[in-house]
Every structure is written in C-alpha cells, then in structure tokens.
C-alpha cells in the first residue's frame, strides 16, 4: 500500500484551513462555492439534505462536480452512511463524477473504514483519492487510534470533528470555550497525527457571531487542527488568516532552516539561533511551516 501513503503525504501537503460545507440541494451554495476562498469545498448529501431531498442532491452533486469550476479548491463530497438506504448510491455516483474525495459520516471503527475505503475502489475511485470520515460518536472517540490505524491499508486521509453530533450524544452543553470536547479534540487530532491525517475541527454555528468564531478558530489551531468546518462564507476569510502561518513566523521558520544549512552547523543536532537553542525537530518543524506557506501562496 505504499503508493496509496505516498499520495496521502502528498495530498497533506496542502492547505486544509477553511472547509466549507454546503447543501447538495442548494443550487445557489454550489455555484457560489466556485468563486469563494474556501481551501475545501464540502458539497453534502446527508444530515443538510431532507430525505426527500436527497435523490436531487445527489444529482446536483454529481453534476455540479462534473461541470468542473471548482480550480484548485479541493472538492468533497460528504455521502450518507451505507447504513441508509442512500449511502452506497452516493458513493456510485460520486465514482463516476470524480470528486478529489468523499467524507463519510459517523464512521467508528476501522472495519467501516475499510468497507468505505472498498466501496471506493468498486464505485471507480483511483487510489490518489481521498477518504475523510466524521468523528462524532462517542464509539468514535473511543475507537480513535483503530480508526486512524485504517490509514496503513486505505485511502483514508483526514478526520473531521462532527462537534454539533458529539454534543448530542453525549449530552454536552459546551460552551464557549467548548471544555466537555476538549479530550475529544485533542485525542482525534493525536490519532490523526500518529497516522500522518489531516485533522480538521468542527463547525461554529452563530454565524452573526464574528468574535466568538475567530476565538473558536484560535483554539482549534492551538489543539494542532489543520483547519476548521465552516457553514457559511462570512466565516471563509478570518479562517483562512488565523490557520495561515503568520508573517513573522514564516521568517523565523526560514531564518533557522538557513542557520542549519550553515556550513559550520553542518551535521548538527542542536544549535543556537537569535540567542534560542533549536534542535533538529524545530527544523522540521520550520519546514513544514514553509512548506504550508508555500502551499498557501500558490492558491493566492
Ligand atoms: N456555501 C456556499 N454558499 C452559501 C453558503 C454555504 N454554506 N451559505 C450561504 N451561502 C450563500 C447563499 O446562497 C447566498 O447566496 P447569494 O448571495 O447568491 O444569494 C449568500 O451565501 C448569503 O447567504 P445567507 O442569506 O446569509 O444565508 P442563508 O440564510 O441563505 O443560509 C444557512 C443560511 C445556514 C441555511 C446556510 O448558510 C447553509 O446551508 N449552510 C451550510 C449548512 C450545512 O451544509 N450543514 C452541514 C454541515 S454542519
Ligand atoms: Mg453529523
């Protein structure tokens, strides 16, 4: 499965800051998610599309994705799960329309990774696509390093926190600083990090509420996420700004990648910059500081 890691790493390379959902029936959210500056665009079949709506959905999805437009935005299409009655006809025609993945939904086991990631490979799929799946069970959490570990032998290749779902189940009232989630979050952004996945936060819904959604959005970037949900495109620029790494830090990660390229640092482990001890894990980290910005100003 080393080709299907290979792509994994590849793809995780690029900026997953502001993943925007929106309904499969809404025509109008399809088109204009062509021109706004969401990384991801999420396009969903499940918990946003009535039961009645959900044939319709499908074949806006499947149309919207086959029309193209979309440009370097990476295109998602979150399916029902294959416990419905609608889940493997999703999956069917978003085979043949060739979105870059699909997200799945209440995933919570690595069993059902596998059976999502071989839905996948029958529907058509190659295997540079991707697998992102919903943590937002209580099983989820608990099964969070089996369902990471799925990665070794699939496609999978983020997780997505599902917090609205969690809160339900575990009848938590959060509040702003969202303490009843904190062990969720931090331990599906480390089963995400133990597999090389992107990991992704869940979703602020105020959308009136610009303060309180940039505060979300800090902490999110403080547990280690890559990138939060998002619902609405007022939400899409500030986003975008806070999971970007900021000019100064960009400087600093490439004035230490230059200190450990000095000759005298050469085969180095520790050395001292600005006055700081930095060791070989800064430099990695730098780099992959860099790398994020570079991915970012390709979009721009
Ligand atoms: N993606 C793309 N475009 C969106 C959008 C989204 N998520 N939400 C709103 N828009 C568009 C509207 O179509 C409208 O377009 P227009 O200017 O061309 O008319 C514009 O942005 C302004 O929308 P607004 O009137 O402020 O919102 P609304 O009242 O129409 O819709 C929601 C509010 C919450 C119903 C809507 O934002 C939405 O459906 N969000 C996504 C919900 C979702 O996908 N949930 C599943 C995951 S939790
Ligand atoms: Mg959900």
Same mark, same amino acid.
């Given at each position: 499965?080393?080709k299907?890691?290979n792509?994994?790493?590849?793809?995780?390379?690029?900026?997953?800051?502001?993943?925007l959902?929106?309904p499969g029936?809404?025509?109008k959210?399809?088109?204009?998610?062509?021109s706004?500056?969401?990384?991801?665009?999420?396009?969903?079949?499940e918990?946003?599309?009535a039961p =009645?709506?959900?044939e319709?959905?499908?074949?806006?999805?499947?149309?919207?994705?086959?029309g193209?437009g979309?440009?370097r935005?990476?295109?998602i299409?979150?399916?029902?799960?294959l416990?419905?009655?609608?889940g493997?006809?999703d999956?069917a025609?978003a085979?043949?329309?060739?979105?870059?993945g699909?997200?799945a939904?209440?995933v919570?086991?690595g069993d059902?990774?596998?059976?999502?990631?071989?839905?996948m490979?029958?529907a058509?799929f190659a =295997?540079?696509?991707?697998?992102?799946? @919903?943590?937002e069970?209580?099983r989820?959490?608990l099964n969070?390093a089996?369902?990471a570990a799925?990665?070794?032998?699939?496609?999978?290749?983020?997780?997505? @926190?599902?917090?609205?779902d969690l809160a339900?189940?575990m009848r938590?009232?959060?509040g702003? =600083?969202r303490a009843p989630?904190?062990?969720?979050l931090?331990?599906a952004? @480390?089963?995400?990090r133990s597999?090389?996945?992107?990991a992704?936060?869940?979703?602020?819904?105020d959308?009136?509420?610009a303060?309180g959604?940039?505060?979300?959005?800090?902490?999110g970037?403080?547990?280690g996420f890559?990138?939060k949900?998002l619902?609405?495109p007022?939400?899409?620029d500030?986003?975008?700004?806070?999971?970007?790494?900021?000019?100064e830090?960009?400087?600093s990660?490439r004035?230490?990648?230059a200190?450990f390229a000095l000759?005298?640092n050469a085969?180095?482990g520790?050395?001292k910059v =600005?006055?700081k001890?930095?060791e070989?894990?800064?430099?990695?980290q730098?780099?992959r500081v860099?790398?994020l910005?570079?991915g970012?100003?390709q979009?721009?």
């Amino acid at each position: 499965m080393g080709k299907i890691m290979n792509a994994r790493q590849i793809m995780n390379a690029r900026p997953r800051r502001s993943c925007l959902y929106m309904p499969g029936s809404n025509a109008k959210a399809l088109e204009k998610a062509r021109s706004l500056p969401a990384d991801v665009v999420l396009l969903d079949l499940e918990d946003s599309v009535a039961p =009645d709506a959900k044939e319709a959905a499908r074949a806006a999805v499947a149309a919207a994705v086959q029309g193209g437009g979309y440009g370097r935005r990476e295109v998602i299409v979150r399916i029902n799960a294959l416990s419905t009655p609608w889940g493997r006809e999703d999956i069917a025609a978003a085979g043949i329309a060739r979105p870059d993945g699909i997200l799945a939904p209440k995933v919570e086991s690595g069993d059902e990774v596998v059976a999502l990631d071989d839905a996948m490979t029958e529907a058509g799929f190659a =295997d540079e696509a991707s697998l992102w799946v @919903m943590i937002e069970t209580s099983r989820a959490i608990l099964n969070l390093a089996e369902i990471a570990a799925a990665a070794k032998a699939t496609r999978l290749s983020a997780l997505v @926190m599902g917090t609205n779902d969690l809160a339900k189940e575990m009848r938590a009232r959060p509040g702003a =600083d969202r303490a009843p989630f904190h062990a969720a979050l931090s331990l599906a952004v @480390m089963a995400a990090r133990s597999e090389g996945l992107a990991a992704i936060d869940g979703v602020y819904n105020d959308i009136a509420d610009a303060a309180g959604f940039e505060a979300e959005c800090r902490q999110g970037l403080a547990f280690g996420f890559d990138g939060k949900t998002l619902i609405h495109p007022s939400q899409v620029d500030a986003c975008n700004t806070i999971f970007a790494p900021s000019v100064e830090e960009i400087a600093s990660a490439r004035a230490l990648i230059a200190a450990f390229a000095l000759p005298e640092n050469a085969g180095k482990g520790v050395i001292k910059v =600005d006055g700081k001890m930095v060791e070989l894990l800064h430099l990695e980290q730098a780099r992959r500081v860099v790398a994020l910005a570079e991915g970012i100003s390709q979009i721009a």
